[in-house]
């Protein structure tokens, strides 16, 4: 025969049990939370440039040397009012291949380009879908909350399916 516990030891557990349940949902979000703003922030150096395009100079790179993480070439401007540049650089993906030609945006203030378009978008984004993926690993195992996780990872393997085939 177990002997019973009394009546306040067991809502004194109750409630330590809830407090406990409660402090690591609030940690795993808060975890969770900081992952996706880490994202979102690696992604928008990128991505601010490729969305807002408006008053950047858009045009053309034809890559003619690779050296390192970086790759170059001369520069056509799409519109009248830009300028054509006989070097800028762009950063070495395993998108980016000497000889070929890619639709950029000149970085305000410098010599650097990034990729322009639907494929641009997404390879700005990458950072955030790997941060999605993470996220949800965080979501599922310390919040419990199964359904959000798997939105997540389906959010985030979306985005870098994506982005993998546009490029």
Sequence with gaps: MIPAMPASATTARQASVTALRFGRVAAMGAIAALILFAGVWGSWGTAQHVMLTKGRERGTIRVADCAGDACSGPFTPAAAGGRARA???????????????????????????????????????????GALLLASVVVAGGMRLTRVAWALAGTGAALLTAAFVML
Excluded: C, H, N, Q
Excluded at 89 to 111: F, H, M, N, Q, W
Excluded at 118 to 128: H, T
């Design 87 to 129: 070097r800028v650089e762009i950063a070495r993906t395993v998108a980016v291949r000497k000889g070929l030609t890619y639709d950029v945006v000149v970085k305000p203030g410098s010599a650097d380009v990034v990729r322009s378009g639907p494929a641009g978008v997404l390879y700005a984004w990458v950072p955030f879908g």
